[in-house]
T-cell receptor, first 113, second 113 residues
Framework: NAGVTQTPKFQVLKTGQSMTLQCAQD?????MSWYRQDPGMGLRLIHY???????DQGEVPNGYNVSRSTTEDFPLRLLSAAPSQTSVYFC????????????FGQGTRLTVV | AQSVTQLDSHVSVSEGTPVLLRCNYS??????LFWYVQHPNKGLQLLLKYTSAATLVKGINGFEAEFKKSETSFHLTKPSAHMSDAAEYFCVVSDWNDYKLSFGAGTTVTVRA
């Protein structure tokens, strides 16, 4: 089925550990992005990419790295997890043209202890 | 810069009564506006979008929204609430020349039997 696939769905990390959240889309969308969702704050943009080899920071980039080696994949790396990074993370992709909607993955619930 | 304010953090309605979710936006250019719904522990689903065509936009599940430029509003309505409408709703804005989406803080809808 076409769409955005995120893995894992759930993850518990210890403070200081690193990990990568995976995101893949099969719709050939140029634009991909990562958001974190915290209660009462909506979704906040972490990083985004407008195409392979191009990434940029969003609203809350600190503590996260991204890369975009292919159109399909956009992994998010936590370098040294902190309890403040406990959140639900969503990956999204969007077709070219700014009046198009974004397609979201099912989310990754991350807990840092 | 674009931003969204959802005027109600929580709305409670009785089944069969109308639902109104209020959204005001700020945008430097002609905006695209979206409403997304998130059911508990699920991803985000597009309800409807406005992209400079008709100002009254019809979406899925009986929802509709009206774009009012003079009031910078994009309120979401449904004539008759159903129990399955219990969810969190997000108003989202995107400037015409920007891929980035800005989310409101969300409105939680509770439907009473």
């Amino acid at each position: 089925n076409a769409g955005v696939t995120q893995t894992p769905k759930f993850q518990v990390l210890k403070t200081g550990q690193s990990m990568t959240l995976q995101c893949a889309q099969d719709m050939n969308h140029e634009y991909m992005s990562w958001y974190r969702q915290d209660p009462g704050m909506g979704l906040r943009l972490i990083h985004y990419s407008v195409g392979a080899g191009i990434t940029d920071q969003g609203e809350v980039p600190n503590g996260y790295n991204v890369s975009r080696s292919t159109t399909e994949d956009f992994p998010l790396r936590l370098l040294s997890a902190a309890p403040s990074q406990t959140s639900v993370y969503f990956c999204a992709s969007r077709e070219q043209g700014t009046n198009t909607e974004a397609f979201f993955g099912q989310g990754t619930r991350l807990t840092v202890v | 810069a674009q931003s969204v304010t959802q005027l109600d953090s929580h709305v409670s309605v009785s089944e069969g009564t109308p639902v109104l979710l209020r959204c005001n936006y700020s945008s430097s250019y002609s905006p695209s506006l979206f409403w997304y719904v998130q059911h508990p522990n699920k991803g985000l689903q597009l309800l409807l979008k406005y992209t400079s065509a008709a100002t009254l936009v019809k979406g899925i599940n009986g929802f509709e929204a009206e774009f009012k430029k003079s009031e910078t509003s994009f309120h979401l309505t449904k004539p008759s609430a159903h129990m399955s409408d219990a969810a969190e709703y997000f108003c989202v804005v995107s400037d015409w020349n920007d891929y980035k989406l800005s989310f409101g803080a969300g409105t939680t809808v509770t439907v009473r039997a």
